[in-house]
T-cell receptor, first 112, second 115 residues
Framework: DSGVTQTPKHLITATGQRVTLRCSPR?????VYWYQQSLDQGLQFLIQ???????AKGNILERFSAQQFPDLHSELNLSSLELGDSALYFC???????????FGPGTRLLVL | DQQVKQNSPSLSVQEGRISILNCDYT??????FLWYKKYPAEGPTFLIS?????DKNEDGRFTVFLNKSAKHLSLHIVPSQPGDSAVYFC??????????????FGKGTHLIIQP
């Protein structure tokens, strides 16, 4: 158990809908990262937050957004969902940007 | 363009022998490398890392070797155990430490330990 929690574990929704994925980092970690793992693309970095502020952006679509709250939990919002958004979404956390990232168990999203 | 490549999608090794997983990278800015292990339906688990100022790092049965001139790293597992069967991801960072700009992952190698 990495100490990073993600909810929900599974999510099934329809095209065009909007969903919110939630992540609670390990106690003491200020940095939260979001990754997408799809069958063809592998694990891809989406976005990083550090102590409530956006720190770095990767291959995140404009339809996706994230935020980190004062209690340091983070949410990833996915809107106007398409079939191709079906994937595993992982959250990771670290003490700072210079430390090892620890991953949560992931949320499996299926868009029908 | 894939910046981190794991060219072997799968590898089968006999229990007790050495497992060697390879990884190549193209981005000269990468200065920190990590290996993660992943079981089905779980998140990646951190195994071992190496900074570009070193060429070897050891932790129990796991050793990572870095050849900067060849832009190549490898993970050695000795001796291999049945519980080592999993998908192994190589990851790299250009921001030192855990990744100031997120980690760039390879596509993984599925290691199968045969009894």
């Amino acid at each position: 158990d990495s100490g990073v929690t993600q909810t929900p574990k599974h999510l099934i929704t329809a095209t065009g809908q909007r969903v919110t994925l939630r992540c609670s980092p390990r106690s003491g970690d200020l940095s939260v990262y979001w990754y997408q793992q799809s069958l063809d693309q592998g694990l891809q970095f989406l976005i990083q937050y550090y102590n409530g502020e956006e720190r770095a952006k990767g291959n995140i679509l404009e339809r996706f957004s994230a935020q980190q709250f004062p209690d340091l939990h983070s949410e990833l919002n996915l809107s106007s969902l398409e079939l191709g958004d079906s994937a595993l979404y992982f959250c990771a956390s670290s003490v700072s940007s210079l430390e090892t990232q620890y991953f949560g168990p992931g949320t499996r999203l299926l868009v029908l | 363009d894939q910046q981190v490549k794991q060219n072997s999608p799968s590898l089968s090794v006999q229990e007790g022998r050495i497992s060697i997983l390879n990884c190549d990278y193209t981005n000269s800015m990468f200065d920190y490398f990590l290996w993660y292990k992943k079981y089905p339906a779980e998140g990646p688990t951190f195994l071992i890392s190496i900074s570009s100022i070193k060429d070897k790092n050891e932790d129990g049965r796991f050793t990572v070797f870095l050849n900067k001139s060849a832009k190549h790293l490898s993970l050695h597992i000795v001796p291999s155990q049945p519980g080592d069967s999993a998908v192994y991801f190589c990851a790299a960072s250009a921001g030192s430490g855990g990744g100031a700009d997120g980690l760039t992952f390879g596509k993984g190698t599925h290691l199968i330990i045969q009894p």
